[in-house]
């Protein structure tokens, strides 16, 4: 209401609680893969303590878009797969287990296929319930979720992939390399 200040929200106990325990989301996107995304998680989980970490690939048919086969792309049936196995989470290398290392909380892995990621997304998010701050590498995620912050990694003259070029618009800040 015009006039009123806005603390007045905080007199209604519902409103207050569903806007102060509502998951704080940041992601982070790159131009293109290899450009330093899991590294700027990695200096965010070592500040903001407690928060988790969701890593998020499409799986793309036919050419792989990072020139090799690391297997990612591989051997998914469903629509989607949530990877929690601490076995797999931690494979040295990874970039889950990069995040767990700089101090992620909680650290998932979403696996989909364009036509899941949706629905997939919508369901590892709600495996954060309770969680102090959610941080998520992926792009393409920017089609279906508006975070607190979006930050693209991008390198000085860095040409955008499509994916990127796609979500433009709902990058918040851009960090250069």
């Given at each position: 209401m015009p006039g009123r200040p806005e603390f007045f929200i905080f007199g209604n106990e519902k409103i207050r609680d569903k806007?102060?325990?509502?998951?704080?989301?940041?992601?982070?996107?790159?131009?293109?893969?290899?450009?330093?995304?899991?590294?700027?998680?990695?200096?965010?989980?070592?500040?903001?303590?407690?928060?988790?970490?969701?890593?998020?690939?499409?799986?793309?048919?036919?050419?792989?878009?990072?020139?090799?086969?690391?297997?990612?792309?591989?051997?998914?049936?469903?629509?989607?797969?949530?990877?929690s196995d601490k076995g797999l989470l931690n494979e040295k290398g990874k970039d889950t287990q990069r995040f767990k290392k700089a101090g992620a909380r909680?650290?998932?892995?979403?696996?989909?296929?364009?036509?899941?990621?949706?629905?997939?997304?919508?369901?590892?998010?709600?495996?954060?319930?309770?969680?102090?701050?959610?941080?998520?590498?992926g792009t393409s995620v920017l089609r279906y979720i508006r975070p607190d912050l979006a930050i693209l990694v991008k390198k000085k003259n860095s040409v955008l992939k499509p994916s990127a070029k796609e979500v433009f618009n709902k990058i918040d800040l851009i960090f250069t390399v």
């Open positions: 806007f102060l325990t509502r998951l704080k989301i940041i992601t982070i996107s790159g131009s293109h893969s290899k450009v330093g995304k899991t590294a700027l998680a990695e200096r965010m989980f070592k500040r903001l303590k407690g928060w988790s970490g969701l890593k998020v690939t499409v799986a793309h048919n036919g050419v792989c878009p990072t020139g090799k086969n690391c297997g990612a792309c591989n051997g998914l049936d469903s629509k989607f797969s949530i990877i909680k650290v998932l892995w979403l696996r989909a296929k364009p036509e899941g990621l949706k629905k997939g997304l919508k369901k590892a998010v709600s495996m954060f319930k309770g969680a102090k701050g959610l941080i998520i590498e």
